[in-house]
């Protein structure tokens, strides 16, 4: 198993350019979700997913979409970049039930200038 | 609600000496808490876990964390600490449909030779 993979490792973007974080797992796990992570601050829930076809907010969705066309995909959309948006984005899967643990891809470094 | 609140963002400790990281959560469910470890420019990896059962866990790396009700909290310890443990330490709560994870904000660990 490959577990969680994201892409790219690190991305530069100039104010209002958009993108997209790409995330994929081979686990078959129903759940997916993103966090940004900054200093001092944890890691904070932008947007997860449940299942294909089902998606919502966490604590920090604005300026980020979402969706969910399969089990293993779930991709973050940046519309227009914000220096605000400069952070470490992770992605985690698991399966649905409350004992179980996130797994955690290896993260995206994204700069907006 | 809820919540988890790590105290001291930075922690140091001479190598063979005791580490405890503290964590305290509130939550309105009986909470299932877990503990990550993250190194330098790495994802999050998981050391441990509590669900139900023994309120005493043992993790990887030879970590142990004791779920205390009273005391709302699931401090994290090492008996000796080693010079590899220096990382990012966080703990989660999960809480709600869908297994969502809270973060604390997380301790920085320092191990001096």
């Known amino acids: 198993n490959a577990g969680v993979t994201q892409t790219p490792k690190f991305q530069v973007l100039k104010t209002g350019q958009s993108m997209t974080l790409q995330c994929a797992q081979d686990?078959?796990?129903?759940?997916m979700s993103w966090y940004r992570q900054d200093p001092g601050m944890g890691l904070r829930l932008i947007h997860y997913?449940?299942?294909?076809?089902?998606?919502d907010q966490g604590e920090v969705p604005n300026g980020y979409n979402v969706s969910r066309s399969t089990t293993e995909d779930f991709p973050l959309r940046l519309l227009s970049a914000a220096p605000s948006q400069t952070s470490v984005y992770f992605c985690?899967?698991?399966?649905?039930?409350?004992?179980?643990?996130?797994?955690f891809g290896p993260g995206t470094r994204l700069t907006v200038l | 609600a809820q919540s988890v609140t790590q105290l001291g963002s930075h922690v140091s400790v001479s190598e063979g000496a005791l580490v405890l990281l503290r964590c305290n959560y509130s939550s309105s469910v009986p909470p299932y808490l877990f503990w990550y470890v993250q190194y330098p420019n790495q994802g999050l990896q998981l050391l441990l876990k509590y669900t139900t059962g023994a309120t005493l866990v043992k993790g990887i790396n030879g970590f142990e964390a004791e779920f205390k009700k009273s005391e709302t909290s699931f401090h994290l310890t090492k008996p000796s600490a080693h010079m590899s443990d220096a990382a990012e330490y966080f703990c989660?709560?999960?809480?709600?449909?869908?297994?969502?994870?809270?973060f604390g904000t997380g301790t920085s660990l320092t191990v001096i030779p």
């Open positions: 989660a709560v999960s809480e709600g449909t869908g297994n969502q994870f809270y």
């Open positions: 985690a899967s698991s399966y649905v039930d409350r004992d179980q643990y996130k797994f």
């Open positions: 686990m078959n796990h129903e759940y």
């Open positions: 997913s449940v299942g294909a076809g089902i998606t």
